[in-house]
């Protein structure tokens, strides 16, 4: 008996596609794009026919062709590349960039740009339809890790003892006087909080001060200035593994984050230090005073205050290339067969270049070129998964969301998903999902407040 030779289509459908006089787009079914000028221009075949004549691509074959790294804007954009037979891939095809055809490129939708706090209720409105968490476990440490899914670190248990001794009241005011707040998992540990029956909901501890470009690996615990919305929190590679540093951000800039120190104490002393450059001399001993206290008792419990300890330097050299983010991607890669990522087909300034056309160029036709470059380029992470280089999927997904912008939110997250599922870090897939869909500019960002 013959094989299931899979889905077939009716004769009027392939008749259909075979007079529809629009050209055949190259990518087929796998094309991201929902702009109305390429799907009037281009037709795309049926599901059920894009995988005939398919072939794999074996790992250093050829990628589909990109323009010289050297050429100029102009011509770097140009639709000079040539068809290539798509192969089959166990991940999912990529999806659309996004839904916004307006191409207002970083700006995201007007439902998640504004701090109000209507605006932040009815994005959340869905999670009604989440289940309900299980009871909180008595133990603090897995109360916060069944919520925020991931585990942490003793200096930030010591760290919350630490300012109990400042400010027995209210710890989390401890740094009130230099701007900085506890903020995150921390107001677990605060006698204030209290978590409302209708906020039992996992998605809100995800959103918890999750500012607008930190990646699923970071976790937020200290704020500071909300017009530059700056923030501090732990980063880690991985979710099942400690954080490898704290890092800092000002969300309302930009998508690039600065580690600070190995743990939170050497953080803060570090941004004392800063805070002392330009203090007034009124606030100049508390400065000192505060930093006199955490010197002693870091040193009474042993947390380093270096602010580049060796362990960061060594996972510096690690990684397998540097992201939009600036953090860096530490993946695992096979030494001999060197299997676990590939360097993605452009060069950082050449994506972002690709990225920024996208967004700003106000001549129609150069916007297509440049969504057909970017789109090589996720045609060509996602054939890196099929060849087990999950890194890829990973870079290019975070370079993406960092660089911001509601048209490659989708993109970023197909790609976020699949890389981090098929790498073993469903955590940070979820915190990805949940994050995108309710992604928003601003600092009002306490979702668990009543």
Known sequence: ??????????????????????????????????????????????????????????????????????????????????????????????????????????KPSSSRSTDSPQASEDATDHFNSEPTMPPSPADIKLSIKQKFLFEMPEDFYSFWDFCQSLNGRNPALAFKDVGLELVGPFDLLSSHFKLSDNKRKQPFFLLHWRYYYDPPGFQTVLKGDDQKQFHVGYYRDDPKCM?????????????????????????VNALLNDSKKSATPFLQPKIQKLQKAIQEYAKEYGFTLEAKTSAMKQRDR???????????????????????????IETDANLKRILKRIVECEKEDLKEKARD?????????????????????????????????????????????????????????????????????????????S
């Open 373 to 449: 470059q970017l789109q090589q380029v996720v045609t060509a992470a996602n054939i890196a998964n099929d060849e087990c280089d999950f890194g890829t999927s990973v870079e290019l997904g975070l370079d993406l969301f960092a660089f911001g912008g509601s048209e490659f939110e989708q993109t970023a997250l197909q790609l976020l998903s699949t890389g981090y599922s098929l790498l073993g870090r469903p955590e940070f897939a979820k915190v990805a999902q949940v994050h995108i869909k309710n992604r928003k500019k601003g600092s009002k960002l306490d979702m668990l407040s």
């Open 1 to 106: 008996m013959a094989g299931d030779t899979g889905p077939s289509l009716n004769c009027e459908t392939i008749q259909e596609y075979q007079s529809d006089a629009r050209i055949a787009c190259k990518y087929g079914n796998k094309c991201y794009q929902t702009n109305p000028v390429h799907i009037s221009k281009y037709k795309h075949p049926p599901k059920a026919t894009a995988a005939k004549g398919a072939k794999r691509f074996k790992r250093g074959g050829p990628a589909p062709k990109a323009p010289p790294s050297n050429a100029s804007d102009d011509e770097h954009v140009s639709d000079e590349s040539t068809d290539s037979a798509s192969p089959k891939r166990k991940p999912p095809p990529a999806k659309p960039l996004g839904n916004n055809e307006s191409n207002e490129g970083a």
């Open 318 to 344: 690690k990684t397998v290339c540097k992201t939009f983010n600036g953090l860096g991607l530490l993946v695992p890669v096979e030494k001999k067969t060197e299997v676990g990522y590939r360097e993605l």
């Open 243 to 267: 954080p490898v540093f704290l890092a800092s951000n000002c969300a309302a800039k930009d998508g690039v984050f600065l580690p600070v120190a190995e743990n939170i104490f050497g953080a």
